[in-house]
């Protein structure tokens, strides 16, 4: 096996050093997906409250890493990546403080109460459809999330989650088995 | 002209999920077409994975807040947010906003053990026999160790007779800033080398640092708490290099700074900035050539086989881990191969100092904001090295019973290949355990850890969390660097050094304690 260089050989152009203004960049970006990273972020976590947070944070380390953004067509990968990184620290900083031998929070028992996501959302989406997304693994939910919500390839989620194409279809395939399961428990497929 | 390839269950569904995406080639269209014909099991899945995705793409949008363009531009002007994983911010970020206020920092000790004389504490009792000797010990004499209350000796500022600290970082004044960091040679106070930042050294705090075994080169990790991230130097304590093999975000599984037996070569892994990619990197001492080894952004550096074997591992779904020859030198950047073939489910093997045994951690990872974590736990395991060639079948998990699915966890081999430690386990699911250590002896039962292997309850101060453990060849001793959490970011953080004596049964541990007037921060090392 040999292994390969690979960021040595990708070109990175800087929004910063073509000269458009790194204001106005921005300002782009954020108009552009502030409302698709927060609904990304909400389907995540399942709380707007939460979500805002990962939103906010997710553009605040994107103002600072504009200067590292390859080019507008890689913008959409990008600022997701930086949402799919801040989402899981957020939920693995939240399970960090879960006290030990709680049961109920087992991660093979899923949690049947009605989120807050699904108060607030109640009406607008079906809250069953968010709470069979609540019960899969974070990473199985996220590249179902990027493949069904989003509309990305397998090459696309790859690049969000840092992924191989051949991983993402493996991963995408449990992905869907579970799906299929929290579905099911909902009454909702077949 | 070839027909379809039949097709698993398995793999058709994969096919049937690639193809709600429009990721089928056209073989694969026709391959999965020709197996749906056939089979209603997965015309059944196919027809539920389409209900799913249409009800996916159905979800409507909600309004971001109102409010979330104000808090983000707060936040840019505020510095709302540094960008260190959870898994670090307990202990040196604090720690380092606390620094502010230091005036003289010992950041740093290297204590070797002369002798194989256990030190033990005048105060406290003579050790059993079966604990100055576990090899001895095979036959389960050992007892779970009740409630014992470790017999802690009073804050001191000398070391007992039978240490020595060979080194030390002197780091005065505010070293957030970056300040001065001198190597003091202990046994006769003169300084070995001054790091002058921003001429040496960037500035930033010292958290970690590893002598090469030949003693003349030491590499050092200062953490840059501000942006952040970690910068690794290799210092050469006979002349004056002090070579930087580069920067790296903060990485639960990047924390290793591995110099090859023989000391020609150090290796660690650097995860790059915004992209996360983590690579490892390599120092040839002999031809001052600092040389990125990988390219494949998943790539860790694990333990070295012998002066010239390196393993490295394959961070993913589905980990791996590969032998690697630097007997031609670290070669061209990223150029670095192996025909050796892969060993599967093997994450970071941590092989003894004999080469005989081997720690590693097997499961699925997941890539988080940094590196790659195990997002659902992963499981240490122990085994024969042979494991690693295919020839054995015996492997098995390290903790007989593993408190819940484990995300992080660091591991220190003795060197007599017997002992090992086990310390600072973090758990998905609930809180870590920063307090526990475990010492384990492949000699004593089947050599895994049981609770009968962690140090006592009160050897470790309450509110300390360990950060670096380092066993002694004898089996029965450990140098513990703990920290305290700081109260407020104006106080002056305190970190101390403990020199565990490892009792068994109904004995409790012996724990001299170094501080805590000063910062400790590892690590120690019995020679």
């Known amino acids: 096996m040999a292994w390969t260089p690979r960021l040595a050989e990708t070109p990175r152009v800087s929004v910063h050093e073509t000269g458009v203004d790194r204001e106005a960049a921005f300002a782009s970006l954020f108009e552009e997906y502030a409302t698709p990273i927060y609904n990304y972020a909400l389907r995540m976590v399942g709380d707007p409250d939460r979500a805002a947070d990962i939103a906010q944070d997710t553009f605040i380390k994107a103002y600072r890493k504009l200067d590292q953004l390859t080019d507008d067509a890689a913008a959409r990968s990008w600022i997701y990546r930086i949402a799919t990184n801040t989402a899981i620290d957020d939920m693995r900083r939240r399970k960090f403080t879960v006290p030990m031998g709680d049961e109920s929070r087992h991660h093979d028992r899923p949690d049947l109460r009605p989120g807050p996501e699904a108060q607030v959302l109640g009406g607008v989406v079906d809250e069953r459809i968010q709470r069979a997304l609540l019960r899969l693994r974070p990473n199985h939910r996220q590249c179902l999330l990027l493949s069904d919500v989003e509309d990305m390839s397998a090459l696309q989620i790859g690049e969000v989650m840092g992924m191989s194409y051949g991983a993402v279809r493996t991963l995408l395939c449990r992905a869907r088995a579970e799906m299929r399961d929290a579905l099911l428990a909902e009454g909702m497929t077949r | ?527």
Request: aromatic share 6%; net charge negative.
């Open chain 2, 1 to 527: 002209m070839t027909g379809p390839r039949r097709l698993t269950h398995a793999l058709a569904e994969e096919l049937v999920s690639a193809s709600l995406t429009g990721d089928l080639s056209g073989s694969e269209a026709a391959d999965l077409a020709a197996h749906l014909a056939g089979c209603e099991r997965c015309t059944a899945t196919a027809a539920a994975w389409a209900d799913s995705r249409r009800l996916l793409s159905g979800i409507r949008h909600v309004p971001a807040p109102r409010d979330l363009g104000a808090r983000v531009r707060t936040g840019i002007e505020g510095g709302r947010i540094v960008d260190t994983p959870w898994y670090r911010r307990p202990i040196f970020a604090v720690a380092s906003v606390g620094a502010l206020a230091a005036a003289a920092l010992v950041l740093a000790v290297i204590v070797s053990l002369p002798n194989a004389t256990p030190p033990v504490a005048s105060t406290s009792p003579q050790p059993s026999g079966s604990a100055a000797a576990p090899s001895a010990t095979a036959t389960g004499e050992a007892t779970p160790t009740a409630e014992p209350s470790a017999t802690v000796q009073p804050p001191s500022a000398t070391l007992p007779p039978d240490y020595r600290i060979e080194y030390a970082f002197d780091v005065p004044g505010d070293i957030t800033q970056g300040s001065t960091v001198t190597l003091i040679d202990q046994a006769t106070g003169d300084m070995v080398r001054t790091l002058v930042p921003g001429q040496d050294i960037d500035g930033g705090q010292p958290i970690q640092a590893a002598l090469s075994p030949d003693g003349t080169w030491l590499a050092l990790r200062v953490l840059q708490d501000a942006v952040p991230r970690e910068v690794v130097y290799a210092v050469d304590l006979d002349g004056d290099a002090v070579i930087e093999l580069g920067a790296s975000m903060l990485d639960t599984f990047a924390e290793r700074l591995l110099w090859s037996p023989d000391g020609r070569f150090l290796v660690t892994t650097l995860v790059a900035e915004g992209s996360g990619d983590a690579n490892v990197t390599g120092f040839d001492t002999q031809s001052g050539e600092v040389v990125r080894l990988t390219g494949t952004g998943n790539a860790y550096a694990a333990s070295w086989e012998s002066d010239t074997i390196l393993w490295m591992s394959l961070a993913g779904p589905e980990p791996a881990s590969y032998r690697f020859d630097l007997s031609g030198g670290l070669g061209n950047e990223g150029e670095l191969g192996t025909s050796a073939p892969p060993v599967p489910d093997v994450f970071l093997p941590t092989l003894s100092p004999n080469g005989e045994s081997v720690i590693f951690w097997r499961g699925p990872m997941a890539q988080s904001g940094a590196g790659w974590t195990f997002a659902n736990g992963g499981v240490l395991n122990l085994a024969s090295s042979a494991y690693l060639d295919g020839e054995t079948p015996d492997v098995a998990p390290l903790f007989v019973e593993a408190p819940g699915p484990i995300a992080v966890a660091r591991v220190a081999w003795a060197a007599d290949s017997d002992a090992y430690a086990v310390w600072g386990l973090g758990y998905v699911e609930s809180e870590g355990d920063a307090r526990s250590v475990y010492l384990g002896h492949l000699s004593l039962e089947d050599g895994r850890i049981s609770q009968r292997q962690r140090l006592d309850e009160n050897d470790v101060p309450d509110g300390a969390t360990v950060i670096d453990v380092a066993p002694a060849p004898d089996g029965r001793h450990l140098a513990l660097t703990v920290v305290y959490p700081i109260p407020g970011d104006l106080a002056q953080p305190v970190a101390e050094l403990l020199l565990v004596t490892r009792n068994f049964g109904d004995e409790a541990d012996v724990v001299q304690r170094l501080g805590p007037t000063e910062i400790w921060v590892g690590p120690g090392i019995y020679e």
